[in-house]
T-cell receptor, first 114, second 116 residues
Framework: KQEVTQIPAALSVPEGENLVLNCSFT??????LQWFRQDPGKGLTSLLL?????REQTSGRLNASLDKSSGRSTLYIAASQPGDSATYLCAVSLHQTGANNLFFGTGTRLTVIP | GAVVSQHPSRVICKSGTSVKIECRSL??????MFWYRQFPKKSLMLMATSNEGSKATYEQGVEKDKFLINHASLTLSTLTVTSAHPEDSSFYIC????????????FGPGTRLLVL
């Protein structure tokens, strides 16, 4: 069974710092990996999607990398802002089941201090 | 962009009553919709996969008779929590896959259910 772990569970940084969030998964036979943002009491916003054949994706100040063989992904946030404060979730879908089922990590709660 | 809505956003009900939550894809057709449940400070857990015009597929440990799912059209799926109890209190999130683009799941804003 696929297990997704995110470290750290919570992170506080001063505004302007660069930071890295980590995600690891136990079954490397993934179809793709996504990073989501969730604001308190809200739904999910997809930030980046990396296909299993890709190594990284970039969107603005966000860069996500994928090392499928080692079962790891990182989300790099440059020049953090208070508006980046949220919970960040990574999720993988397995090749065997196609893209139907997403396995989520427990999230990293980020606080950017002004 | 693809938008998924949920209604209601928040509901409080008495124990023993049934609650229906709607999930709609507003600007695309969704052959498949997913229902997730999220406990405080926990991750999302898939409850069931809903396919238009057919029965839902439930994950292990999810009671079919407790959580009734209906996917009557390409833009609407409903989750009914029957005879709700306090332990059913949770945050329920749906997602939908665009029939045309296939893989990406678009998530709704979630419904907060509190059973007294």
């Amino acid at each position: 069974k696929q297990e997704v772990t995110q470290i750290p569970a919570a992170l506080s940084v001063p505004e302007g710092e660069n930071l890295v969030l980590n995600c690891s998964f136990t079954d490397s036979a993934i179809y793709n990996l996504q990073w989501f943002r969730q604001d308190p009491g809200k739904g999910l916003t997809s930030l980046l999607l990396i296909q299993s054949s890709q190594r990284e994706q970039t969107s603005g100040r966000l860069n996500a990398s994928l090392d499928k063989s080692s079962g790891r992904s990182t989300l790099y946030i440059a020049a953090s802002q208070p508006g980046d404060s949220a919970t960040y979730l990574c999720a993988v879908s397995l090749h065997q089941t196609g893209a139907n089922n997403l396995f989520f990590g427990t999230g990293t709660r980020l606080t950017v201090i002004p | 962009g693809a938008v998924v809505s949920q209604h209601p956003s928040r509901v409080i009900c008495k124990s023993g009553t049934s609650v229906k939550i709607e999930c709609r894809s507003l600007d695309f057709q969704a052959t498949t919709m997913f229902w997730y449940r999220q406990f405080p400070k926990k991750s999302l857990m898939l409850m069931a996969t809903s396919n238009e015009g057919s029965k839902a597929t439930y994950e292990q440990g999810v009671e079919k008779d407790k959580f009734l799912i209906n996917h009557a059209s390409l833009t609407l799926s409903t989750l009914t929590v029957t005879s709700a109890h306090p332990e059913d209190s949770s945050f329920y999130i749906c997602s939908a896959r665009d029939r045309k683009t296939g893989e990406t799941q678009y998530f709704g804003p979630g419904t907060r259910l509190l059973v007294l």
